[in-house]
């Protein structure tokens, strides 16, 4: 599977219409599933109590869920109390395209250089461990674009500060004259 995506998306209008053609407590019992195996990256433990807790349906109501998911292929089960949600697979590889990107983000997102270890810890022994706009020493830092990257801005190290997570965020895509000023 290759690591856990930072946070689940999923398409929309295909999650829409396949919780539509399911009874409620499936689809309740679903998406639990469902977000229990994004969150774990495969096949999750799950007992009909554990899911009496955390979808406040009654054990039995989730036996029948099951059942049905079962059915009609929404949820495998692999075992005693081992489920599985084969759409999930489908839609972290979608989500790792280029094109599911451009889709959220408008654009790709960049890839850092492969000397990029090597040029960050350059700044950080040039500059130490203090913000460039605040001048704290206690961080957590990050390392800034001065020109942002967005706007042209080069990943070398005479473009290239440190600065504190709040400043870094505040100043976001700007030169730093545009966020003094």
């Known amino acids: 599977m290759g690591g856990k995506p930072p946070w689940f998306r999923c398409d929309p209008l ?6 539509s053609l399911m009874q409620p407590n499936e689809a ?7 977000l229990r195996v994004m ?4 096949p ?3 007992t009909e109590r554990s899911l009496h807790r955390r979808t406040g349906l009654s054990v039995k109501q989730v036996s029948a869920a099951l059942a049905g998911l079962a059915s009609d292929g929404h949820v495998i089960a692999l075992g005693r109390d081992r ?9 972290i590889a979608r989500q790792q395209t280029l094109a599911a990107q451009r889709e959220y983000f408008g654009k790709p997102q960049r890839e850092l250089p492969s000397d990029w270890v090597a040029i960050k810890n350059a700044v950080i ?4 461990l203090v913000c460039a706009y605040c001048g704290d020493f206690n961080g957590p830092f990050e390392i800034d674009h001065v020109v942002p990257y967005s706007r ?5 190290p005479n ?23």
């Open 14 to 19: 295909k999650l829409g219409v396949t919780l």
């Open 28 to 34: 309740l019992v679903y998406t639990v599933l469902m």
């Open 39 to 42: 969150e774990k990256s495969g």
């Open 44 to 46: 999750v433990m799950e």
């Open 83 to 91: 489920y599985d949600v084969p759409d999930t697979h489908a839609e």
């Open 125 to 128: 022994e040039r500059d130490g």
């Open 152 to 156: 042209g801005g080069e990943n070398e």
């Open 159 to 181: 473009n290239l500060c440190v600065a504190c997570k709040p400043c870094n965020r505040s100043k976001g895509a700007r030169t730093p004259e545009e966020w003094l000023s």
